[in-house]
């Protein structure tokens, strides 16, 4: 079976020569269906790089990139945007969240611009938005939601239409622990119903949730581990 994800030497450079800098040494990775992957590492240690080649924010400078077994840096803008409102959704540090669209426009607008009518469009949102326990909420604009709400709408946007594969730069990073442990559950849910997750965080309390957690530094990957499995987090639970 192919797997969701898949570095093959895959490395980016910036600049050359004398000035040239290394922000993701050659790495091969490989990311299982199900499976949750935690990055971890220092600021400048590659991490967001390594999640800007998966979601063809960006482009390797050598090996390869696949997603779901397609070569990313051979795919046209037409064909990585496509990638991205129907395979790959992306939870941004910064959230992204239009201020002057509601919960449920923000979450619909990758559907609309996908070509779906717009009543479609809403209730699909309004369904993603339900499943991130939002749905009494979906009428209000970003500015009238707390941190963690709109940091669970940023979710279900990257979860609406069925994307099965969630890439999360630092979503719990402005968030107090009660709700960072909120936006995890959701994550973790996700994988366990057989999608995929590429975490990004420097909190080991949060990577603790992952079935792995890569360690990156100064590019390159140093370390490998396999949290505990507990209780709390096991299939199922969604409390």
């Given amino acids: 079976m192919t797997r969701p994800i898949e570095l093959e030497a895959a490395e980016r450079r910036f600049g050359s020569g004398h000035t040239q800098v290394v922000a993701l040494h050659p790495t091969t ?20 790089t390594l999640l800007s080649l998966v979601g063809g924010l960006d482009q390797a400078t050598g090996g390869r990139v696949l997603v779901e077994g397609k070569d ?3 795919m046209s ?6 990638l991205r409102r129907r395979t790959v959704g992306y939870v941004f540090q910064d ?13 619909s607008l990758p559907l609309e611009l ?10 699909q949102a309004a369904q993603a938005l339900e499943s991130v326990s939002l749905g009494h909420l979906a009428d209000r604009y970003p500015d009238d939601l707390s941190g963690g709400e709109q940091q669970r709408v940023a979710i279900a946007r990257a979860l609406v239409g069925g994307r099965g594969i969630v890439l999360a730069d630092e979503p719990t990073g402005a968030l107090d ?13 996700h994988c366990d119903a057989g999608g995929t997750a590429v975490l990004v965080t420097h909190d080991a309390a949060h ?6 957690v ?11 581990a396999r949290p505990a499995p507990t209780q709390e987090f096991s299939v199922g639970t969604t409390a």
């Fill in 77 to 82: 803008p037409s064909q990585l945007a496509l």
């Fill in 72 to 74: 990313v840096g051979r």
């Fill in 95 to 107: 959230l992204n969240l239009l201020a002057g669209l509601t919960a449920r426009e923000n979450v």
């Fill in 207 to 212: 990577a603790a949730w992952a079935d792995r």
């Fill in 29 to 48: 990775l490989g990311v299982e269906r199900g499976e949750l992957l935690a990055i971890m590492g220092p600021s400048g240690s590659g991490k967001t």
């Fill in 214 to 224: 890569v360690f990156l530094r100064d590019g390159r990957v140093v370390d490998e």
């Fill in 114 to 123: 996908d070509g779906a009518p717009l009543a479609a469009a809403q209730a």
């Fill in 177 to 189: 622990s009660m709700t960072g442990e909120s936006v995890m559950r959701l994550l973790r849910v």
